[in-house]
């Protein structure tokens, strides 16, 4: 690719600048913290804020809640969830909030003494055992791992397509201006994935 | 001042086909009105491909509720998604019905620039393969037209256009006027000449040709691999109507471009025995006009072009325009794709790719060329590609943590390699295109109705498309190979063919040899209707062919007064 012919033709902030206006301005309403009618209670955000940072903690690269995953998680169960999926998905949290793991009802300690509290208030390394446990359960489909799969998938795609993750720490190339086909992986800051245009297709 | 309604041609739909029929008439100098049933388009506003994700409400994951409420239908496109499904019509506008054992996907857009905003971009010429198929098998009627007819049209529209390809030197698909090549990634590479010493040669694996510039070419620019190609291209570097044909047609100064335009009938003059011209339904105000031309070419898409012909009656064509063989509307096709499989490719863990390569591998067809497979006539083609799972696989996997946050950021997945085939459909007369009685569209235009089912053959080759990429995955030295089958419906693969045939006599279908109606000597139909069969590769290129050289027979006709 002439990235100069392409520079000349249209100037590198303009061929930038084409974004909607109506998307850049839906997007900006939840930045600036104005929530989704009829969205997640502030104590579902905690709770939602506490997972997501178990996941995705801050490093030398931020945090889940960092770069606003509750927010985008609260505008896909909001507002692009259908009332079923919703209601489902609130149920699974409130779910996942009190969940014990099946071995502590074999342990000595009863369960309630495991757990004192809900996920939110756990130390991160009580609430990572608990995350633990749930991606070991045998099976993805029953309450609560379901929820913790949906919220887990929703909190990596927030994370990696937040605006600061894939500026800062993906260096994501909007015009990449070449295809090559047998590059080197890099020490760090591999590629992203093609996940968001989806597969070439005729 | 009145506003002008004679032109010496009229051109419906700015599309694929329409781009290039406007394009070439008034480059010999008619005045040509192109009329566009959608609005106008303008790239520097409604193109999109980089708007990214963190801009987007719904970082790319659709709005799925607007989508639901205006797209029900459209939306089951991969391209109708949060940012793209602008360039597809409105369900509720634009209804048109098939009985209830007969599902269709019938996925439209209505713009200045059609389908060819949205399109796949992939182009492969037909052989003599695809053009003697009929006649060999007696499904469908013969061609009348071979290679040699179109081989030369070919060539006129892709040094034009501009396509990326390596030339391979099959006959079968034979090679084009190519641009160089994309690059195939590292595991295409090594899987080449595993899978062509494990068959014999014969199954040939090359990189995808598509009608996207590797090189700055007649006035637009090179690809910058941003990636989503169906979101348009503000340098213009994949070939639409838009961006191309529209503009060569408007610098000759005869191009009239009306958007907002329905086409509701051609208008036939009994008397002169020839199409008057159109009427047309003004989109936004209702108000119904009349346009009148020497030459009508019809490029509304396939079904759009059959809809529009039966609902053109008169006393000397109660059942259709140009139907006095009773054959418009049947033998409609559309490729049956979708099953194959996949495969991880162990090792090249060191690579990786840069860019967004819009563009895939492709497995040329090799069934029923030399010997004749046992299950089913006709054969397919396989697309597909290989990558790298990207951040996107932490959502299934296990982990949590700074580790597992790194990994995402450093690392990829295994390479996966993956292709599925595009089949060729039996023609069958009862696959076809009516009228509804009872449903009409917004502007009181009666609805298609459309019957199109699969058979017994496209089931069978399916099976086969499984079976056989395994086979080559395996060639490949994949492991973890799984095959998929499709439950794509008639029409998913927006590769809608027939309903207008060409034919050698006029008794055994509606177009003749130049895509001029047998009945209606200055009415042509160079869109997918005009198909008598449906071959195994991406049509549209075909279409722009044939549409440049029917045009040049109209001329000719008309510089000699036949027409």
Redesign the interface.
Same mark, same amino acid.
């Given at each position: 690719?002439?990235?100069r012919?392409?520079l000349r033709?249209?100037g590198a902030a303009t061929?930038?600048a084409?974004?909607?206006h109506d998307?850049?301005a839906?997007?900006a309403r939840?930045a600036s913290g104005i929530r989704p009618a009829a969205g997640l209670t502030d104590a579902q955000l905690m709770l939602v804020g506490a997972i997501a940072d =178990?996941?995705?903690?801050r =490093?030398d690269?931020p945090s889940a809640t960092d770069v606003g995953v509750p927010a985008?998680i609260d505008?896909?169960v909001s507002?692009?969830?259908?009332e079923p999926e919703r209601t489902a998905f609130l149920a699974g949290l409130e779910a996942l909030d009190s969940w014990t793991p099946p071995s502590a009802s074999t342990d000595s300690t009863p369960a309630r003494a495991m757990r004192p509290s809900p996920l939110a208030s756990l130390s991160g390394d009580e609430r990572?055992r608990i995350?633990?446990a749930i991606?070991?359960a045998p099976s993805r489909r029953p309450e609560p791992m379901r929820t913790y799969?949906r919220l887990?998938?929703?909190?990596?795609?927030?994370y990696? =397509?937040?605006?600061r993750v894939?500026k800062d720490?993906?260096h994501?190339?909007?015009?990449?201006?070449?295809?090559?086909?047998?590059?080197?992986?890099r020490?760090?800051?591999?590629?992203?994935?093609?996940?968001?245009?989806?597969?070439?297709?005729? | 001042m009145r506003e002008t309604t004679h032109f010496d041609a009229i051109v419906v739909g700015s599309g694929i086909s329409g781009g290039w029929a406007a394009k070439e008439l008034t480059e010999h100098g008619l005045k040509t009105l192109v009329l566009e049933a959608g609005g106008p388009v303008d790239p520097n506003h409604d193109f999109v491909e980089h708007v990214q994700p963190w801009q987007m409400h719904f970082r790319g994951l659709g709005d799925r509720k607007l989508l639901e409420a205006d797209h029900p239908i459209q939306r089951e496109c991969y391209a109708c998604d949060e940012m793209g499904h602008k360039f597809f019509v409105k369900d509720g506008e634009n209804p048109y019905t098939n009985p209830e054992d007969a599902p269709f996907r019938w996925f439209r857009g209505r713009q200045v620039g059609g389908r060819s905003i949205t399109w796949g971009r992939q182009v492969y010429r037909w052989s003599d393969l695809d053009f003697t198929a009929n006649a060999k098998d007696g499904h469908g009627n013969d061609w009348p037209i071979r290679y040699a007819d179109v081989a030369p049209w070919y060539s006129h529209v892709e040094r034009f256009i501009g396509i990326t390809g390596a030339r391979e030197g099959l006959s079968q698909l034979p090679d084009g006027e190519f641009l160089p090549p994309m690059q195939m990634t590292c595991v295409e590479q090594d899987a080449r000449p595993k899978i062509l010493k494990a068959f014999n040669g014969e199954r040939v694996m090359t990189i995808g040709r598509a009608a996207i510039l590797t090189k700055n070419h007649n006035g637009r620019l090179a690809c910058h691999y941003c990636g989503p190609c169906e979101r348009g291209c503000i340098t213009q570097s994949y070939f639409n109507s838009l961006g191309s044909t529209l503009p060569a047609a408007r610098k000759t100064g005869n191009l009239a471009l009306r958007p907002n335009s329905v086409v509701a009938e051609v208008l036939y003059d009994p008397k002169k025995g020839r199409a008057n011209g159109v009427r047309i339904v003004d989109a936004q105000t209702m108000e119904s006009r009349e346009y009148t031309a020497r030459v009508v070419f019809l490029c509304a898409s396939t079904i759009e072009s059959i809809r529009l012909l039966l609902n053109s009656k008169s006393t000397r064509f109660p059942d259709g325009l140009a139907n006095s063989s009773g054959l418009l509307g049947h033998y409609v096709m559309d490729h049956h794709y979708g099953s194959g499989a996949s495969g991880t490719v162990p090792g090249f863990t060191d690579k990786r790719t840069i860019g967004h390569r819009p563009n895939g591998i492709y497995i040329v067809r090799f069934r029923n060329v030399k010997t004749q497979h046992p299950d089913f006539l006709r054969g397919y083609g396989m697309q597909g590609g290989s990558s790298r799972a990207g951040w996107g696989r932490g959502g299934g996997t296990p982990g949590y943590g700074a580790a597992f946050k790194q990994s995402l950021i450093d690392e990829l997945g295994p390479w996966s390699l993956s292709a599925s085939g595009w089949g060729e459909t039996l023609p069958n007369a009862d696959n076809r295109v009516t009228l509804d009685a009872n449903v009409k569209d917004k502007w009181g235009i009666p609805a298609a109705h459309i019957e199109v089912r699969w058979r017994e053959n496209e089931r069978a080759m399916d099976k086969d498309m499984m079976a056989a990429m395994a086979e080559m995955l395996d060639a490949a030295g994949c492991t973890d190979i799984r095959t998929h089958g499709s439950n794509n419906p008639p029409g998913h693969c927006i590769h809608e063919m027939g309903g207008a045939r060409m034919s050698t006599t006029a008794s055994d279908g509606v177009l003749n040899r130049w895509n001029q109606a047998w009945d209606v000597k200055n009415l042509f139909v160079t869109d997918g209707a005009c198909m008598a069969s449906n071959g195994c590769q991406n049509p549209s290129i075909t279409y722009m062919a044939l549409t440049a050289r029917a045009v040049s027979h109209a001329v000719t006709l008309m510089k000699q007064n036949e027409l």
């Open positions: 690719m002439q990235r012919d392409l033709a249209f061929a930038l084409f974004i909607p998307a850049m839906a997007w939840v =178990t996941m995705l903690p =490093t690269s985008f505008v896909i507002e692009n969830y259908s990572a995350l633990d991606e070991r799969w887990k998938s929703l909190v990596v795609h927030g990696f =397509t937040s605006e894939s720490v993906l994501v190339e909007v015009m990449p201006g070449r295809f090559e086909g047998s590059a080197p992986m020490a760090r800051n591999a590629s992203p994935s093609r996940d968001m245009h989806g597969a070439p297709h005729a | -």
